[in-house]
């Protein structure tokens, strides 16, 4: 819980497998010049390696994560995660970005076109052609980076944002729904009035599940080690209205 950033990437499915890669790997260089504290290497996973089950994967680990995150998005786009024919062929190719302190790491991906015909329930999916291409879909929730500061979670917000601009800019399909509405407006004031109310939002419900719980039990929660968290608990909620989200 928390304001977050959604996201996917889109290339054709004409796209190689080299020219997939090679697009991320320009985004990746790109991602390097912006300050972030850590952007993992490009990785890629074959069809094998895709195919393998979660357990098989050291937990925690940069590449179990993006395999955790591959498998949602074969559920997703093709409503399976069988295993893949072309076990030596790319399958998937993604690196992590850890703006900073406070913020989740964003992971940028493609996993390629794995089947032959449509999947058989394309309710779900708000794009029924997205089985036919290299696609990625993703999140990154920025709003705690604002327990270091306001001026820190701006930073590592715009970090994500910035790397989805270039995204766009270099030849991917992008879709967005910033909570924070930054995406759309470009404006610092509106994106710090959301995560303000977000944090008072969640301060709220933080400090009233703490004070029913208590004291047999304990609760953590992110929003505790907000400097002014006593005040966000007092301050009054405001709820807005209203789709944020854009295709480009």
Request: hydrophobic share 40%; net charge negative.
């Given at each position: 819980m928390g304001l977050t950033i959604h996201y996917e990437l889109r290339l054709p499915a004409e796209t190689t497998d080299a020219a997939a890669v090679h697009y991320l790997q320009r985004l990746h260089d790109y991602a390097l010049t912006l300050g972030a504290k850590v952007v993992v290497p490009v990785l890629t996973f074959d069809g094998a390696q895709l195919s393998a089950p979660g357990q098989d994967w050291e937990s925690g680990t940069v590449e179990w994560l993006i395999h955790v995150f591959t498998e949602v998005m074969r559920m997703y786009r093709d409503g399976t995660v069988d295993d893949i024919d072309d076990k030596e062929r790319l399958a998937a190719a993604s690196f992590l970005v850890y703006p900073g302190e406070g913020c989740e790491s964003a992971t940028f991906g493609l996993v390629r076109p794995l089947l032959t015909e449509p999947p058989h329930d394309l309710e779900h999916i708000e794009n029924a052609d997205d089985w036919k291409l290299w696609y990625w879909q993703s999140f990154c929730k920025t709003q705690y980076a604002s327990t270091i500061g306001e001026e820190h979670l701006l930073f590592c917000h715009r970090t994500v944002i910035s790397v989805l601009d270039e995204a766009k800019r270099i030849g991917f399909d992008v879709t967005v729904h910033d909570e924070g509405r930054y995406w759309e407006t470009r404006d610092a004031e509106v994106l710090l009035s959301e995560v303000r109310n977000s944090n008072r939002i969640i301060a709220h419900l933080a400090g009233a599940l703490h004070d029913a719980i208590s004291p047999e039990h304990s609760l953590?929660?992110?929003?505790?080690?907000?400097?002014?968290f006593?005040?966000?608990?007092?301050?009054?909620?405001e709820f807005h209205t209203g789709d944020s989200s854009s295709d480009v």
């Open positions: 953590k929660a992110e929003i505790f080690a907000h400097p002014d006593e005040h966000l608990e007092m301050e009054p909620l």
